[in-house]
């Protein structure tokens, strides 16, 4: 089956929501949106423009579904000409989906979307990955890509970066920083950063020019697209995942890009993760976990950690009264080394 044959033509308000599905304009009761669902919604650029996310929901809705595939909401495109109301409507949407326990996903027509979507707080938390190749930042004021000061976030995680493209940063202890280099050297050492997270930005400008031309700033330096589909998978399968924005990218009125496809490939892989997710969490229910008692003689107290009979992933806790930490087993094998996870400090001191 295709992915149309799952979607649910539903609109939340036709006064900023137009469906695209067969290019009809419908409203619906709030109560029609269903439970337990993955919601796709287009942003138009302040012009009103909507071409690049409408190319993409074409391109994805060709694609065979993944097995496990649930419902799919398309609730059309924020038409809107100003970044407040798109503010506005984003925080509305979020409160809406978190009553629902669905996810939201933003397809943005160019930048204008992240700070909004950024701002956002889920169960009164705001911790974000971001995937992209730079990122510019003043603690004091807004900075040209539109982010504020890194101490409004209780976590902020940067993918993929270029050292070339970043500026020097003051160390934070909530900011976390994975580059180009790293993660090229061991991908699942990211993955537990989709379980630390909230909502999560995949800006393609990350993405070298050769496999995505359509870039709004292309370099010749970046992820291959295999890797980025990978990690829109690691972010799918994440149970704390539930709202995500794909930007940085410019189609031109170009109904054949490639790079169009490459997004819907990002989204399907998304949509992929979350058809196998297992909700699971070693904090509320560890019926389903295998204990590990761990001492280590560079740490004052011992070390947990949880694997899940489920996914074979791994969680740490450190002390009695310590948060639970996502990791991978790697992680376990250092600390039986002697050694310290970098992952470890940095939260013992966030």
Same mark, same amino acid.
């Given at each position: 089956? /295709? %992915?149309?044959?799952?979607?649910?033509?539903?609109?939340?308000? @036709?006064?900023?929501?137009?469906?695209?599905?067969?290019?009809?304009?419908?409203?619906?009761?709030?109560?029609?949106?269903?439970?337990? &669902?993955?919601?796709?919604?287009?942003?138009?650029?302040?012009?009103?423009?909507? +071409?690049?996310?409408?190319?993409?929901?074409?391109?994805?809705?060709?694609?065979?579904?993944?097995?496990?595939?649930?419902? %799919?909401?398309?609730?059309?495109?924020?038409?809107?000409?100003?970044? #407040?109301?798109?503010?506005?409507?984003?925080? @509305?949407?979020?409160?809406?989906?978190?009553?629902?326990?669905? %996810?939201?996903?933003?397809?943005?027509?160019?930048?204008?979307?992240?700070?909004?979507?950024?701002?956002? @707080?889920?169960?009164?938390?705001?911790?974000?990955?971001?995937?992209?190749?730079?990122?510019?930042?003043?603690?004091?004021?807004?900075?040209?890509?539109?982010?504020?000061?890194?101490?409004?976030?209780?976590?902020?995680?940067?993918?993929?970066? /270029?050292?070339?493209?970043?500026?020097? +940063?003051?160390?934070?202890?909530?900011?976390?920083?994975?580059?180009?280099?790293?993660?090229?050297?061991?991908?699942?050492? %990211? @993955?537990?950063? +989709?379980?630390?997270?909230?909502?999560?930005?995949?800006?393609?400008?990350?993405?070298?020019y050769s496999d995505f031309p359509a870039a709004s700033e292309p370099t010749p330096n970046g992820m291959?697209?295999?890797?980025?589909?990978?990690?829109? =998978?690691?972010?799918?399968?994440?149970?704390?995942?539930?709202?995500?924005?794909?930007?940085?990218?410019?189609?031109?009125?170009?109904? /054949? &890009?490639?790079?169009?496809?490459?997004?819907?490939?990002?989204?399907?892989?998304?949509?992929?993760?979350?058809?196998?997710? #297992?909700?699971?969490?070693?904090?509320?229910?560890? &019926?389903?976990?295998?204990?590990?008692?761990?001492?280590?003689?560079?740490?004052?107290?011992?070390?947990? +950690?949880? #694997?899940?009979?489920?996914?074979?992933?791994? =969680?740490?806790?450190?002390?009695?009264?310590?948060?639970?930490?996502?990791?991978?087993?790697?992680?376990?094998?250092?600390?039986?080394?002697?050694?310290?996870?970098?992952?470890? =400090?940095?939260?013992?001191?966030?």
């Open positions: 089956m /295709q %992915i149309a044959e799952f979607l649910r033509p539903v609109s939340i308000d @036709e006064s900023f929501s137009r469906n695209t599905v067969g290019g009809k304009i419908c409203a619906w009761d709030r109560k029609q949106v269903p439970d337990n &669902s993955l919601w796709i919604v287009g942003l138009s650029d302040l012009h009103g423009n909507t +071409f690049d996310a409408d190319l993409v929901r074409e391109k994805l809705y060709h694609m065979i579904a993944p097995i496990g595939t649930t419902n %799919i909401v398309d609730l059309g495109d924020i038409i809107s000409l100003s970044a #407040k109301d798109q503010r506005n409507v984003l925080d @509305e949407l979020f409160k809406l989906a978190e009553t629902r326990n669905s %996810i939201v996903v933003f397809i943005s027509c160019n930048n204008v979307g992240k700070l909004p979507f950024a701002l956002q @707080e889920v169960s009164g938390k705001n911790s974000l990955a971001l995937i992209d190749r730079a990122f510019d930042y003043s603690f004091n004021s807004v900075d040209k890509f539109g982010f504020l000061d890194l101490k409004k976030f209780n976590e902020f995680y940067l993918v993929g970066n /270029q050292s070339y493209y970043t500026e020097n +940063f003051e160390e934070h202890t909530n900011f976390f920083e994975y580059r180009l280099g790293r993660l090229r050297d061991d991908m699942t050492e %990211i @993955e537990p950063v +989709f379980r630390a997270v909230n909502k999560v930005i995949f800006n393609l400008r990350a993405v070298r291959y697209a295999e890797e980025i589909c990978r990690l829109a =998978w690691y972010a799918g399968n994440s149970d704390t995942v539930n709202g995500v924005l794909l930007t940085g990218f410019a189609f031109h009125d170009n109904r /054949q &890009s490639l790079g169009a496809i490459l997004t819907a490939e990002l989204l399907y892989h998304f949509i992929e993760g979350v058809s196998t997710r #297992k909700n699971e969490d070693p904090a509320k229910n560890r &019926s389903n976990f295998k204990e590990y008692y761990v001492e280590s003689n560079k740490l004052p107290d011992d070390l947990v +950690f949880y #694997k899940s009979k489920l996914s074979g992933k791994y =969680w740490m806790k450190y002390g009695d009264k310590g948060k639970i930490i996502p990791c991978t087993k790697a992680d376990m094998d250092m600390v039986l080394n002697n050694h310290v996870p970098d992952r470890l =400090w940095r939260n013992m001191n966030n």
